[in-house]
């Protein structure tokens, strides 16, 4: 399960300390030039809430060099997806893992495919999952080519139709259709892999 959390609302439609991120979203999104950040506990965010924002920048940016104080500024309450090939193309798979505590959400394997659909599947298979249970949260990738496909509803790859990607291609068609026939308002956010490490989701065959 994952841990309970506090987010300080600096600037936003109403500041103040929110127990969701669900309810920090609603203070922040769309608002121009928004702050805020989450903590993990009320003590600390009372605290945060009180010093300003402009404190706590000056301190993350002191310790830049620190993926530990780096990691503070990801939104824990969130879904993390990636995928992995051998040999791009060759066999795939992808996941989806709760951020915090990584536990597996969902994943999927394939006899052929390439990495690039693999990350484009994930998003859309985490977008239709948290619309069905009607949850706010985000979702992280470190692909940005698989962010540009699902803008586009459009998986872009050159592998070749078979009788290999049958499998993989009926899912690419349900996943276009999905996207062309849905709304959603879920964020889809790039993971900062260099400040961050490895994005949860990996699945560590680098």
Not at 2 to 28: E, F, H, M, R
Not at 53 to 63: G, Q
Not at 149 to 154: F, G, Q, R, T
Not at 157 to 166: Q, Y
Request: glycine residues 6%; positive net charge.
């Amino acid at each position: 399960m994952a841990k309970k959390k506090y987010y300080v609302v600096w600037k936003g439609q109403n500041p103040g300390i929110y127990d969701s991120w669900t309810a920090c979203q609603l203070q922040i999104k769309g608002y121009p030039g928004a702050a805020y950040k989450g903590y993990p506990d009320l003590a600390s965010a009372k605290l945060a809430f009180e010093h300003g924002p402009e404190t706590v920048s000056r301190k993350t940016k002191a310790t830049s060099a620190s993926p530990r104080v780096a990691q503070a500024n990801i939104i824990w309450e969130s879904l993390s997806v990636d995928a992995a090939c051998s040999g791009n193309p060759g066999p795939m798979e992808y996941q989806g893992v709760d951020t915090q505590d990584k536990t597996q959400i969902f994943h999927q394997k394939f006899e052929l495919g390439t990495n690039n659909i693999g990350e484009f599947l994930a998003i859309v298979h985490a977008l239709a999952l948290l619309k069905n249970e009607k949850s706010t949260k985000p979702i992280y990738t470190d692909s940005k080519i698989a962010q540009g496909w699902v803008k586009k509803k459009h998986c872009k790859t050159t592998l070749p139709r078979s009788a290999r990607t049958k499998k993989l291609y009926e899912l690419i068609d349900r996943a276009e259709a999905w996207l062309k026939a849905n709304t959603y308002q879920t964020d889809i956010l790039k993971w900062e892999t260099k400040s961050w490490g490895e994005i949860p989701a990996d699945f560590g065959r680098k």
